[in-house]
């Protein structure tokens, strides 16, 4: 984009919006943030992962003033069972459910294409978007996630998301800070402070708690693998990962670059599975010049 915003502080409360849509026999009301709208030529659609107590704004408060400051409109969509969304227990595919939910979100919006952002689950989700819609999709930009299939190097599940799991059973601040420690390279940077708004966050919504662990129960594959399906994006793609990521292998950054035709891979060092947090400043300077050229 070309033209430059007027420099806005966006705060979580002031651009928290809600809208409903049905899946199934069940109406959800759904959540999400909007920043710049009515401002923007372009929106960047930001997809959170699935830890618990994840939010968009949590996941990606660090990288929202650039963009907007770049004149992008930016959308945090809050997953069903996430945030301030309505819970639901999923047996089927959780990344083609969310790939629906925000088919609804930009049709709500009217918005006729947008540029995603997914995070570990948010990436599985916006791979799903674009090969469903793929004439609604701008640029794609997958971090940690985006497809599954069992690693040929690191035992499954992984470390990090046996950790999540047993964050799901048995929410406690122990459980917290051990995912967490294995969550960023370095867990100097985790506060006392984040800590406790995440755990606050996550007992806010048992429903969600526990209805995740039955969805688990219900498929334990909810992000089923497509890498046989990655040749279809025609998307220009922009693929992060963090060298020393505990939940999702690098590998699995290697098959995306390998079978998404028109993408590229970008690797941080002495980084885990917060790109976009451990690495923002880089991050958000890599995500502005992929978008813009």
């Known amino acids: 984009m070309n033209q430059t915003a007027p420099h806005r502080d966006f705060t979580e409360a002031t651009t928290s919006q809600f809208f409903t849509l049905r899946e199934g026999e069940t109406e959800l009301r759904l959540h999400y943030n909007d920043c710049n709208p009515g401002e923007a ?22 990288n929202i003033a650039p963009l907007t400051a770049a004149g992008y409109r930016v959308i945090l969509l809050d997953c069903p069972g996430w945030g301030q969304s309505d819970s639901i227990v999923n047996a089927g595919s959780r990344s083609e459910l969310n790939a629906r939910m925000l088919k609804g979100l930009v049709d709500h919006l009217g918005l006729d ?127 992060v990962w963090g060298r020393n990521d505990r939940f999702v292998p690098i590998e699995v950054g290697l098959r995306l670059v390998a079978g998404i035709p028109n993408s590229q891979l970008h690797v941080f060092n002495n980084c885990g599975h917060w790109v976009q947090w451990e690495h923002h400043e880089t991050f958000n300077r890599l995500v502005l010049d992929f978008l813009t050229h």
């Open 41 to 62: 030529a372009e929106a960047v659609v930001m997809l959170h992962g699935s830890g618990p107590g994840a939010t968009g704004w949590a996941n990606f408060n660090r």
């Open 113 to 239: 294409r947008v540029h995603v952002i997914g995070n570990s689950m948010g990436g599985h989700s916006a791979v799903a978007f674009a090969l469903a819609w793929p004439e609604r999709v701008g640029k794609l930009i997958l971090m940690g996630g985006g497809t599954g299939g069992v690693s040929s190097f690191v035992p499954m599940p992984t470390e990090g998301i046996k950790l999540i799991g047993a964050l799901y059973r048995d929410p406690t601040i122990e459980n917290l800070r051990r995912m967490m420690n294995v969550f960023v390279y370095d867990p100097g940077d985790l506060t006392e402070e984040l800590f406790e708004a995440r755990l606050a966050n996550l007992l806010a919504r048992r429903d969600h708690l526990e209805n995740f662990v039955k969805s688990s129960a219900a498929n334990p594959k909810q992000f089923p693998d497509v890498g046989h399906r990655l040749a279809e994006i025609a998307a220009e793609t922009l693929i």
